[in-house]
């Protein structure tokens, strides 16, 4: 349907989409039967698809200009949209801007990039991203979460592994720009079923976090009518794990999330939904254990640069273990949704917004008799990990259980530890403490082990570390020790 004339901020000449594009209908005979259609996707006038690129000027993300046949209809003033290609990997949402002669039959188009409400003013859409294209690792197939011993300084006895499967997307697209209907509105909600499939085998407590790959980017398309409109999904991922002793687990789950963004009036309102969870357990162990993938995620309406709907946020989705009790939780660290659409500009605010625990219960598991108190002994080697470097607000490697100053026996070391408070500028935490008293040789001399507290304190940017605490105090009932602050240890 083409509207007749202007209807509010959509214009005359515009496009409009019924929601269901066949209908079947019973009349009978010398009757009459009424339809109710309800429209929802508004093209507007002068909006097509991107015709055959030969060209790109500029950079391919955000082209200058284009090259196409001359026999193309696109003059100044259209407004062409493209799904992602070879040639245009991010798609395309820009006005033609002006238009020059080329080569023997072609002509330039000159762009100006507009957000895709101003081609799409009403969008309405459920069902797959479609035609997607991966410019780094696959996406929506299989992700590799093998992390190497020698990756956190181990040289045997430590297994890290698994996968995590993102699923098929499916997109929840409900916009108006134009108030065509009940108002402006912009929701923006991904829905999959993603997978975390996780092996871990240490011979002694462990601390290990790793960054997986760059962030997978995949930019699709969901259609308005016959205009593609672009859409982007970008899955950075890390692997952190930490256990306390020896530990053997195999474990995966499996469930429905939606997350996006709606809106409520004049508000952004934060989709995080988590539903019919699976899953696989076997653990031999009665360490106190966390491993899974941190999983971030953007999703966004348009191109990348120039979203109208940009959607960011941080999961974890772990495994812990301990006391004979497993579960699986999925956890929003952080969301930020911002919505530019028509009259509506909202963004909101940076902040965590719940978690979902999405099984509880050990399945088939066993467990080894706890270990016995700590008693007094050389102070433990390596597996701890040594160094406080890193431990700091922008690494994620925060509230870490067990950890040592340095690599060597001399070195105090902690576990058991329980983080009372962990800030921007210190961090208190109490717990078990290893160390030498000066008598002897710290080779041979058996460590002095009992309760005591940590304090770290004084955040310094220690190379490609990021902002992280460089002074450490530790009190115990019979010794304090500072250790130098202001330093990055290990040497960044």
Not at 118 to 139: C, N, W
Not at 355 to 367: I, P, V
Not at 376 to 382: C, H, K, N, T, V
Request: glycine share 12%.
């Amino acid at each position: 349907m083409t509207t007749l004339r202007r209807h509010r901020s959509v214009p005359r000449g515009a496009r409009v989409l019924p929601r269901r594009a066949a209908f079947t209908v019973t009349v009978r005979t010398r009757k009459t039967t009424t339809l109710r259609v309800a429209y929802g996707t508004v093209v507007n006038p002068g909006v097509i698809a991107a015709p055959a690129t030969l060209a790109v000027a500029g950079n391919p993300l955000l082209p200058a200009s284009i090259t196409v046949s001359s026999r193309s209809t696109a003059r100044v003033g259209s407004v062409i949209l493209s799904g992602p290609s070879v040639d245009l990997p991010d798609g395309l949402v820009a006005k033609v801007a002006r238009v020059s002669a080329g080569r023997a039959g072609t002509k330039v188009l000159g762009l100006q990039h507009v957000p895709v409400t101003s081609a799409v003013p009403v969008i309405s859409y459920s069902g797959p991203l479609l035609d997607q294209r991966a410019r780094t690792a696959a996406f929506g197939a299989y992700a590799d979460l093998k992390v190497n011993g020698s990756d956190c300084g181990f040289t045997g006895g430590f297994e890290l592994g698994g996968s995590f499967t993102f699923g098929t997307p499916r997109i929840e697209a409900d916009v108006d720009a134009g108030n065509f209907g009940f108002g402006a509105r912009a929701n923006l909600v991904i829905h999959s079923r993603p997978e975390a499939n996780l092996k871990m085998v240490t011979a002694a407590g462990v601390f290990c976090e790793k960054t997986l790959a760059a962030p997978t980017v995949v930019v699709g398309y969901i259609p308005a009518g016959l205009i593609p409109v672009p859409v982007y999904v970008s899955v950075p991922m890390e692997m952190r794990a930490e256990a306390t002793a020896q530990t053997t687990i195999t474990s995966k789950v499996a469930w429905d999330m939606a997350v996006g963004v709606r809106t409520s009036g004049a508000r952004a309102v934060p989709v995080f939904e988590a539903r019919n969870p699976s899953m696989d357990i076997n653990v031999a162990s009665d360490s106190v254990t966390t491993v899974g993938p941190s999983v971030g995620l953007e999703i966004g309406l348009g191109v990348r640069s120039a979203a109208s709907i940009n959607v960011k946020v941080a999961t974890a989705v772990e495994f812990t273990t301990g006391g004979r009790q497993c579960s699986w939780d999925w956890t929003l660290g952080e969301f930020t949704g911002a919505v530019k659409v028509g009259p509506l500009s909202l963004r909101t605010p940076a902040a965590g917004v719940g978690s979902h625990r999405l099984w509880t219960g050990c399945g088939a598991s066993t467990f080894a008799p706890p270990p016995p108190p700590p008693e007094a002994g050389p102070i433990p080697g390596l597996p701890f990990p040594f160094g406080y470097l890193g431990y700091g607000e922008t690494t994620n490697r925060v509230r870490p259980e067990i950890f040592r100053t340095g690599p060597s026996n001399c070195s105090p070391g902690f576990s058991g530890l329980v983080w009372s408070e962990w800030g921007p500028t210190r961090a208190v935490a109490t717990g078990t403490v290893y160390y030498w008293d000066g008598t002897g040789s710290c080779l041979t001399t058996p460590a002095v082990v009992g309760p005591g507290t940590v304090v770290l304190s004084e955040p310094k940017t220690c190379g490609t570390a990021g902002l992280v605490f460089t002074k450490l105090v530790f009190t115990t009932p019979a010794r304090e020790e500072t250790h130098p602050p202001g330093q990055c240890l290990p040497p960044a």
